[in-house]
């Protein structure tokens, strides 16, 4: 997902619904970038929080609990979701209202209705499973 939206160390990526945080810690030590993950259950928010520690990234990431769904997205270069499609759609208003000209959006294996993804990319991941990520540019 990060390599699909050519993430560098320039980037701020919002992760929503981040779970455990693995996509916004990703981005701080693949690529440089900062991080903003938000999830609506604080167990998860804390446990993305310490494996920021244990990756030496806690200086670049943070972690909210917020509901996706309300999150201001405006501070975001790129935004990940793991989100059923009808979350994505629902996201798709505040995305194109909060984002700036040139910013990001990829989605993993759901499409966000009628908006159409700049880049299709399908592939067969390490465990056999067959995937899709949707990326869109602002």
């Not at 992760?15 to 604080?42: E, H, N, S, T, Y």
């Not at 209202?97 to 959006?105: T, Y």
């Amino acid at each position: 997902m990060l390599t699909l939206a050519g993430v560098t160390n320039t980037d701020v990526v919002y992760d929503l619904g981040c779970g455990d945080g693995r996509i916004v810690i990703a981005a701080a030590q693949k690529f440089g970038a900062r991080g903003v993950g938000v999830d609506i259950d604080p167990v998860r928010v804390a446990e993305a929080q310490r494996n920021a520690v244990l990756a030496k990234v806690e200086h670049l990431v943070t972690f909210r609990v917020e509901d996706a769904l309300a999150t201001d997205v405006s501070g975001a270069s790129v935004v990940t979701l793991y989100l059923l499609a009808s979350q994505n759609v629902a996201l798709k208003p505040a995305l194109m209202r909060q984002l700036r000209p040139g910013a990001r959006v990829v989605s993993h294996n759901f499409a966000m209705g009628d908006w159409e993804p700049d880049v299709v990319d399908t592939f067969t991941s390490t465990d056999g499973q067959t995937r899709t990520l949707y990326l869109w540019k602002r």
